[in-house]
């Protein structure tokens, strides 16, 4: 375990007239993983993320024309604390999304990582 935490990652597609309807998910999401463990939360909404020829984020995620990528991670204090963290967001009544997500929840990339350096 890192002196710092663990860090879970996120690369999101999503339309750009669904922002408003993002943030308002994220900013309830941040609370229940808040409520259960999380140090931080941050989203970022891509405005300056360039096409790739091998590799990119709007590749890795099959950007489509009217979309955006949005680039996020949530700070835990250890792995072992997101792990129970998670377990708990995934079972909280209020994680429990419609149908109409703001976002395509199969091109979602995620996953955990331990800090190496922290500036």
Request: contains cysteine; negative net charge; charged residues 30%.
């Amino acid at each position: 375990m890192s002196e710092y935490g663990y860090i879970d990652g996120f690369l999101i597609p999503v339309r750009k007239d669904n922002k408003d309807a993002y943030l308002k998910m994220a900013q309830m999401a941040a609370e229940v993983w808040k409520d259960h463990g999380a140090i931080d939360i941050v989203e970022c909404w891509g405005d300056d993320v360039p096409d790739g020829k091998l590799t990119s984020f709007p590749l890795a995620v099959k950007l489509e024309p009217d979309e955006v990528v949005v680039f996020s991670w949530v700070t835990w204090p250890s792995k072992e604390a997101r792990d129970a963290g998670n377990e708990k967001v995934m079972a909280d009544p209020r994680m429990q999304m419609e149908d109409d997500m703001p976002f395509d929840g199969k091109r979602l990339i995620y996953g955990g990582f331990t800090l190496l350096n922290k500036g």
